[in-house]
């Protein structure tokens, strides 16, 4: 079930919207106050939200307050990575989310919070109960970043690749399990968080681990789900096959969509990052993927899951034992 629509992903950060087409994100605005209008327009119930800002940036949502953007949403997210890229302790967290709250009067979501096991399996695993600790009960929703390890043969989306050293390959690492599917120290105790934390873990086109992560959350208790739906990805060829797939086999949870990403022919430059020539064609994509998905029934209220929830099998050897 599609509880939540998210627009955009990371919009402050380079490597998701170019800040040289952009400076000021006043395109960003408008494409963003169509869109929440367009989803409006097809379901008058379902949950608007900025996609997370990275950095978490006061600044960045008082530019945005002055444009209207908040008029037409129903809260914001952020990202932090304290131990892995932010400039900040993971015990200032409480202290972020409070410098967002001091500026808008929307909920404040954290929709992807993670750490990496590029030094050790144990760094994370004590993170995962510390970030728990510190923002369960802080935000309606927090997604963990996230299941799966980023597969080696694929590319990290960032600006300068391997050329940013290890912030570089930290990307790799962030799974509670390895790109072969097999559990990290952390995946074995997630349960114990869940259902208050939900995941973040993003399904490439046609991605091969689409069932085994199903059966994986489900078997760690997971309630709720953040993804995305590419809209450079819609026009790839057998796109509503592949996306029907995917959106079908998440109804189990209760799923934040996120719309995200230019095609390269549709952007002022031909990138991912770039601004859109024309910010309504977004808005009919994110009108589309509502109407597909969602349709114009009531959606149910975001409701903060209760946290250590017990579940009748902990056994975490493998997703389908």
Request: charged residues 20%.
């Amino acid at each position: 079930m599609i509880e939540a629509a998210m627009l955009w992903n990371e919009p402050n950060n380079k490597s998701h919207w170019d800040p040289a087409i952009d400076p000021d994100w006043s395109q960003f605005a408008t494409m963003i106050t169509l869109a929440s209008q367009a989803i409006r327009a097809e379901n008058s119930s379902l949950p608007r939200v900025l996609g997370g800002m990275s950095p978490i940036d006061p600044t960045f949502v008082t530019n945005l307050t002055g444009r209207g953007v908040f008029d037409h949403l129903e809260a914001l997210a952020v990202h932090g990575f304290p131990l892995d890229w932010n400039l900040w302790q993971l015990d200032e967290w409480p202290q972020k989310i409070e410098e967002i709250r001091a500026v808008t009067s929307l909920p404040v979501w954290v929709s992807e919070v993670g750490v990496s096991t590029f030094g050790a399996e144990e760094v994370q695993d004590w993170g995962l109960r510390r970030t728990a600790e510190l923002l369960v009960g802080k935000a309606p929703r927090i997604h963990w970043y996230s299941l799966y390890d980023l597969p080696r043969a694929w590319e990290a989306t960032t600006r300068h690749k391997e050329a940013e050293g290890s912030s570089y390959y930290r990307h790799f690492a962030m799974g509670l399990l390895r790109e072969d599917g097999t559990p990290k120290l952390a995946a074995r105790h997630f349960h114990d968080c869940t259902p208050a934390l939900g995941l973040c873990q993003w399904f490439h086109f046609e991605d091969h681990r689409l069932d085994d992560a199903v059966a994986w959350m489900q078997r760690m208790g997971v309630r709720y789900l953040r993804t995305g739906l590419s809209w450079a990805d819609w026009f790839r060829p057998d796109a509503e096959r592949w996306f029907d797939r995917m959106v079908k086999a998440l109804e189990p949870f209760q799923v934040t969509v996120t719309f995200c990403f230019t095609p390269e022919h549709l952007g002022i430059e031909p990138h991912h990052t770039s601004p859109p020539r024309d910010p309504g064609l977004f808005a009919e994509f994110c009108a589309t993927m509502v109407r597909r998905y969602v349709g114009a029934g009531a959606v149910p209220p975001i409701v903060p899951l209760p946290f250590g929830t017990a579940h009748a099998d902990r056994g975490l050897v493998s997703a389908n034992a």
